[in-house]
């Protein structure tokens, strides 16, 4: 895992970033691994992806943080990334980059600790779920139902413009 990490920090060669985000992204769905990845820097060196510009890239990004967010620590350093609400808005609709961002915004908005930090995106949730295809509208509902279960979002969502 470390050498994988050290990998993307030293090449910018897209196809060897993608291979090696996969597999950190496969290797994040054993929660023991979840911890060594952020303990060796792995959630810094992959948010910083987000900012790439190749797509899949960011990607492959998303998918991985998604992976890693099933835990509660990791959560509290993904939730840094505001990045993820603005590629998902600036994302061609229903590509692959802006569902791996709706998914990890779907876990990240399983508990109400950042709900707050996604109010600016519920705008563009609405246009999604009105826009998207099926694909895209089940998981921008995921996250609207998550979000609705906080009583703090209720004045948010019934004031955003649609």
């Known amino acids: 895992l470390q050498k994988l990490i050290h990998l993307l920090q030293a090449t910018d060669d897209a196809l060897i970033q993608e ?40 990607e492959k990004a998303l998918n991985a943080l998604n992976n890693l967010s099933m835990n509660i620590k990791n959560q509290e350093e993904i939730q840094e990334y505001t990045q993820v609400c603005r590629n998902i808005e600036s994302a061609p ?21 950042y709900h707050h930090k996604m109010i600016n995106s519920i705008p563009c949730f609405f246009h999604l779920l009105s826009e998207g295809t099926e694909r895209t509208q089940i998981q921008v509902l995921k996250v609207l139902v998550n979000l609705s279960a906080n009583p703090a979002m209720t004045r948010h969502l019934l004031r955003a413009q649609v």
């Not at 060196?45 to 190749?54: H, K, S």
């Not at 609709?93 to 600790?113: F, V, Y």
């Open 93 to 113: 609709l229903n590509s692959d980059l802006q569902l791996a961002g709706l998914r990890l915004l779907t876990n990240m908005s399983i508990t109400g600790d």
């Open 19 to 58: 291979q090696a985000l996969i597999t950190l992204g496969n290797s994040a769905a054993f929660s023991a691994n979840q911890d060594v990845i952020r303990n060796l820097g792995g959630l810094s060196v992959i948010g910083g992806m987000l900012t790439d510009c190749v797509p899949k890239v960011k």
